[in-house]
């Protein structure tokens, strides 16, 4: 009877472990990825340290994925962990630069620049309020809203890459359209929606 060395895997073994090109995935799914660690934080400098965090976690992960088409789903999970973890450091590190600032704050404050109301006249001035409006969303939102009108992806993209139904993501994009709306018509950047009347 011939026994089969234990090192060597079975030809099922090898289909369920697949040996992922993780440089080819990470840079095939840096864009979108990008965009939800932007909406996230809103921080562009930020992004690209928690951007080389996912990659560095992609590559040193415990439990590899068995199911290669899940890789997507998986980076996103991924992003979403290392965005909270970065958000959590960045908060510790914020409270110690604000109790040295009160214990060492200076006698003379700064005086703020005057406001410039030339300012309102700049041609990009109705885009850097969407901005802000967009920040003020709750991140699952902005993130969503990113990949829909940012990356120009279809309802089946954003399903396939963040691992949620058809159904979900339109629903989904429904809810964080009528929240921005709102927040536009609060903030006085678009005008309420009413009814004629005839």
Do not use: C
Request: glycine share 4%.
């Amino acid at each position: 009877m011939t026994i089969l060395p234990a090192t060597v895997p079975s030809t099922g073994q090898a289909m369920q472990n697949p040996k992922i090109d993780w440089q080819a995935e990470l840079d095939q799914h840096h864009r979108w990825l990008k965009s939800i660690v932007y909406a996230r934080l809103g921080e562009p400098g930020a992004v690209d340290d928690v951007m080389q965090e996912i990659a560095l976690a992609a590559v040193k992960q415990s439990a590899p994925i068995q199911d290669v088409s899940k890789v997507a789903p998986w980076l996103y999970r991924l992003a979403i962990r290392q965005t909270l973890l970065y958000r959590r450091k960045m908060g510790r590190k914020r409270k110690l630069t604000q109790r040295y600032a009160e214990r060492n704050r200076p006698t003379e404050v700064a005086r703020a620049p005057e406001f410039n109301p030339l300012q309102w006249l700049l041609a990009d001035e109705r885009q850097a309020m969407v901005r802000k409006a967009i920040e003020k969303l709750r991140p699952g939102d902005a993130q969503i809203l990113m990949l829909k009108y940012y990356e120009n992806w279809n309802y089946h993209q954003i399903a396939d890459h963040l691992g949620v139904s058809h159904s979900a993501v339109e629903a989904r994009l429904h809810r964080a359209r009528a929240r921005l709306r709102q927040l536009l018509v609060s903030m006085e950047i678009i005008e309420e929606n009413k009814k004629s009347k005839k």
